[in-house]
């Protein structure tokens, strides 16, 4: 992924890998800036221009026609018909903000009626009768009446309910959710968290979620990728991240956040100095500058390569592996 | 014996109404009460945490504090550098200009609290000046010496803080708030708005600012792992009422009140072999315009019972310096966090 600009490119997203099964939840961690946000923009391929994907494929394995059916979205014409079907239909977002998702002067129900007529030929009604069953399997009480109210007459865990419900109306194979949990408060965070888990069980839709807190990824989910300035970094199972991690920069993260159940008042061990901005991303592996355990010589010329060190664990670090991205 | 000091802050039935007004005439229909009787007090040196889900008034009961809102009603009692006690509650501007110097504010968003257009040396500096530190060369040296104590060199005095990332801004707003050496510093989610690696330097600097310089803090949160951390003690507020106060190692280890044990348990711990969520509330935080009868959280509360829907519980002191406002608060066990 690159953004060419007037000041220069910023490579967004550089050489990331990732597969997500059916029935996963993938949670994608990182800091501002690391790109998170932006490989799940590629993955819609809703970029915004100058931004554009230049290099990499996009495999999806598409459940209609013959089965099997794997398509490259990064080949395809990001308006075309083809793309526009698997946007929303195939693979859904679910955003960051409640707030500004929906349109303030279209009632809830339009616009999930209209999200479902857009991509199921059905007629007004039977798309009314499906938004209706659709909020009631998100749990909003009344969703006859809250079908005809606006967006900003529900409070903030009803409209993230009601993205959920929209993200769902077409039975997407893959759910992005995007910090879909930030902008809520923690009793309503629980409740959402609670119900995409049951619902990705119900329906075995694979999620890629997409958060900075590494205690909603802890409890949601199953597969973790690490990211560091558009670079993954680690690659594992959620129970290695959390209690076997072997990239610093994962290390240094998770010994920085104050959990409850650490002596009060001590002194965070803190990773020294800030994120980079992405016009200066430092030569060689974009963490070395902060890294406690650079090796001179290497770790600032050489980018490594994210390489499998055991089974189902991937690292990119020297410490670990000799491999760099040419 | 010596007779133990006097808290340096004792809030009192504070309570700030704002007047819903309908109409051709603006009459008023009715009130928000964003914070209603709301009683506490901060010990100096000590560190209260103010914790609630957003709008539960937390943030207007510290605006009340440092007197940037004027309460409905109730007292405000600072105990000022000479040693006596006033309430500042209702002090007009020219009664409140010599106190201000001692209650100063961090504020949330660094990119905000910022003035773009005005240097870190014009920033950092304006509260000495307007309080009356008006040689150049002296305000320089003191600005130099601020942005050292935060962690920041000297030399950046002329730049803008377009300059600087989250983490430096919100050191500058820290110099700033430190400038007229505050003896309580009211800190409005100070953290929430940085990034991981960034909050963990931000809360170092100021656990050691506290010790260097005897701070007393008021911490406003709505992350319960971070006022754990750093908290002495914790206050938790539900539709602009207190709930519960406690120490922060009892409160965490035994709450007492079924909305402080569900708001622990909503928070999710960054370890996968923990599952948390075991209590899950049901439906949304009341309309503070429009609270339910009785206990605020009895229409969300699985312990409630009749008396809890007509009758509002009074804080009791269950145990030394443990307050709770709950009628089954003997009762009922809770889970807290273990520690």
Request: hydrophobic fraction near 40%.
């Amino acid at each position: 992924m690159e953004f060419p600009l007037d000041e220069g490119t910023v490579k967004a997203v550089d050489g990331v890998s990732l597969d997500v099964y059916a029935g996963q939840v993938f949670g994608i961690v990182g800091e501002s800036g690391c790109g998170k946000s932006v490989t799940m923009k590629a993955i819609l391929r809703i970029i915004e221009p100058p931004g554009r994907i230049s290099q990499g494929k996009i495999l999806l394995q598409r459940l209609n026609g013959k089965d099997g059916d794997t398509v490259d979205l990064a080949q395809m014409d990001k308006n075309g018909k083809e793309m526009r079907d698997i946007r929303g239909g195939q693979i859904a977002l679910i955003p960051q903000e409640p707030m500004s998702s929906f349109s303030p002067v279209h009632t809830i129900g339009d616009q999930i009626m209209e999200a479902i007529r857009l991509h199921q030929s059905v007629s007004n009604k039977e798309a009314r009768r499906i938004a209706e069953q659709l909020l009631r399997d998100v749990g909003i009480p009344a969703p006859e009446q809250r079908l005809d109210e606006y967006s900003w007459q529900l409070s903030g865990g009803l409209r993230q309910r009601a993205i959920i419900a929209m993200a769902l109306s077409c039975n997407p194979l893959l759910l992005i959710a995007d910090e879909p949990t930030t902008a809520v408060d923690v009793t309503t965070q629980a409740q959402v968290l609670r119900l995409l888990r049951n619902l990705q069980q119900q329906r075995n839709a694979a999620i890629i979620f997409i958060t900075h807190d590494l205690g909603v990824i802890a409890q949601m989910a199953d597969y973790v990728t690490v990211m560091y300035l558009g670079l993954v970094v680690e690659q594992a199972p959620v129970d290695d991240i959390f209690h076997n991690s072997k990239h610093p920069y994962t290390q240094a993260l998770l010994e920085s956040i104050p959990t409850v159940n650490m002596t009060p008042r001590m002194n965070l061990p803190t990773i020294s100095g800030t994120i980079p901005h992405p016009f200066n991303k430092p030569k060689g592996c974009p963490f070395h500058p902060r890294c406690s355990k650079a090796i001179v010589g290497k770790c600032n010329l050489h980018i490594p390569k994210l390489k499998p060190i055991s089974e189902k664990q991937a690292v990119s670090c020297f410490l670990y592996h000799d491999e760099e991205i040419a | 014996m010596t007779q133990p000091k006097p808290p340096l802050l004792e809030v009192k039935n504070l309570r700030k109404y704002f007047p819903i007004r309908k109409g051709f005439l603006r009459r008023v229909v009715g009130n928000v009460r964003a914070v209603d009787d709301v009683s506490l007090f901060i010990n100096e040196g000590e560190t209260l945490g103010l914790v609630g889900e957003s709008g539960c008034g937390k943030t207007t009961a510290s605006r009340c504090i440092i007197r940037a809102l004027i309460p409905s009603s109730g007292e405000i009692n600072l105990r000022t550098d000479q040693g006596d006690t006033v309430n500042i509650a209702q002090f007009s501007r020219a009664q409140l200009r010599p106190l201000r110097r001692q209650m100063q504010m961090i504020f949330q968003d660094p990119y905000s609290s910022l003035n773009p257009r005005m240097t870190l040396f014009d920033i950092v500096g304006e509260p000495l000046l307007v309080n009356g530190l008006t040689d150049r060369k002296q305000r320089t040296e003191r600005v130099a010496d601020l942005l050292k104590l935060v962690g920041l060199r000297p030399e950046f005095m002329q730049r803008f803080p377009h300059a600087f990332s989250g983490g430096q801004r919100q050191r500058i707003g820290i110099a700033r708030a430190l400038a007229l050496h505050p003896r309580l510093v009211v800190a409005d989610e100070p953290v929430s708005a940085l990034d991981v690696s960034v909050q963990a330097q931000t809360l170092n600097l100021l656990l050691d600012l506290q010790q260097r310089l005897h701070l007393t803090y008021l911490f406003v949160s709505h992350s319960l792992s971070v006022v754990k951390h750093i908290c002495d003690r914790v206050t938790v507020m539900y539709v602009g009422k207190i709930v519960e106060t406690a120490s922060t190692e009892e409160i965490f280890r035994a709450p007492k009140h079924p909305y402080t044990a569900a708001l622990m348990s909503a928070v999710p711990v960054a370890d996968p072999r923990l599952k948390t969520g075991n209590i899950e509330l049901q439906g949304d935080v009341p309309s503070p315009a429009n609270p339910p009868s009785g206990c605020y959280f009895h229409p969300r509360c699985t312990f409630a019972i009749e008396k809890c829907k007509t009758d509002a519980p009074v804080q009791r002191e269950l145990s030394p310096n443990h307050f709770v406002s709950c009628h089954r608060a003997e009762e009922i066990k809770l889970e807290g966090i273990a520690a």
